[in-house]
């Protein structure tokens, strides 16, 4: 219950909890529409994770003001690399927030938005953020490995990943999150199902990493 509660504190934790339900949704949806019992209940989950959706847009409403703010933070950080890859997320984070505000807004009727043309602006940006991120682990896994050279670099690699978790957690969460915008755009065809496993795993992950900050990549 104290996890929960804490979770509970932080917009950050809330929106990873209503995002692991609209993940977890899009997954029993899918693979309970088949079955003839389960169609009408499916239905309904297949409506509660566009609420979720949209739930999520209005509790990130204004946070790309903070992906801007972070990057400006970071712009001194020593390390080139980690900096770069960092600002450039962080700029790509905005922009996809910023449209992703723009489809809340038409969702909900403010205003008139093309919602298809906004959704893929929004998915396009997404997937530059996952790819700095990715590239972000990339190097920080080379640097854990650069100085061994022996015969057994890949075991040896393996097993100094292992006293970085924070490390191989961002990894798995960024590489489960990329298939969701490139499926989005077309670039690879997962299933609904898949792409609700893949969100349940990165949600989970993301939750996990707020419960327990030593396993949270820093910065990020």
Known sequence: MDIVIKLNEQTAGRDKIIRLLQYGSRAYWYYAQNGHSTRYSAEILRSLEFTFSSFRKLLRFGRCLDSLYFALKII?????????TLIMAKMANALYLLADHLIWIGRVGIVRVDLEKWNKVAN???LLTIIMSLTRDIYEILKISKHEKNAFKQRYTLSCLKNHKEIMMDTVKNVCDL???LTVLGVTKCTPGTIGLLGIISSLIGLYTIIDPLYKLSPS
């Open 76 to 84: 001194k950080y020593p390390d080139p690399m980690v900096r770069i």
């Open 179 to 181: 298939f969701i915008p």
């Open 124 to 126: 396009k940006y997404w």
